[in-house]
């Protein structure tokens, strides 16, 4: 599976942006689907995720109440809607997908990650 990130863009503390994800290739729309960011020095960070049906969200705890994860009708298509931006939140946007087991419905960490998106930067700045 492809995953092509965008949306990223300079917005003032308080501000909102929302990304995009999209999918393709071969039963994309089955794949669960996460943002992780990434700033200069440090470990890549889980930020959400969304299961394939969409019924279930995960989010980091640093983003929940002003984060959104969706999913679009087709499925294969993932935003993340970011209201209340904080400059802790500056940082390169990765989505990432997977498809693990049935059983597995959202998964939080890199490595279990095989599929990763080009990256789009986010600058929360006065």
């Known amino acids: 599976v492809q995953l092509q990130a965008s949306g990223g863009g300079l917005v003032q503390p308080g501000g909102s942006l929302r990304l995009s994800c999209a999918a393709s290739g071969d039963s994309s729309n089955r794949y669960i689907l996460a943002w992780f960011r990434q700033v200069p020095g440090k470990d890549r960070e889980f930020v959400a995720g969304?299961?394939?049906?969409?019924?279930?969200?995960a989010y980091a705890d640093t983003v929940k109440g002003r984060f959104t994860i969706a999913r679009g009708k087709s499925r294969n298509t993932m935003y993340l809607q970011m209201n209340n931006l904080k400059p802790e939140d500056t940082a390169v946007y990765y989505c990432?997908?997977?498809?693990?087991?049935?059983?597995?419905?959202?998964?939080?960490?890199?490595?279990?990650?095989?599929?990763w998106g080009q990256g789009t930067q986010v600058t929360v700045s006065s």
């Open positions: 969304i299961s394939r049906s969409a019924s279930s969200a």
């Open positions: 990432a997908g997977d498809n693990p087991p049935a059983s597995v419905v959202i998964r939080t960490t890199e490595r279990e990650y095989d599929y």
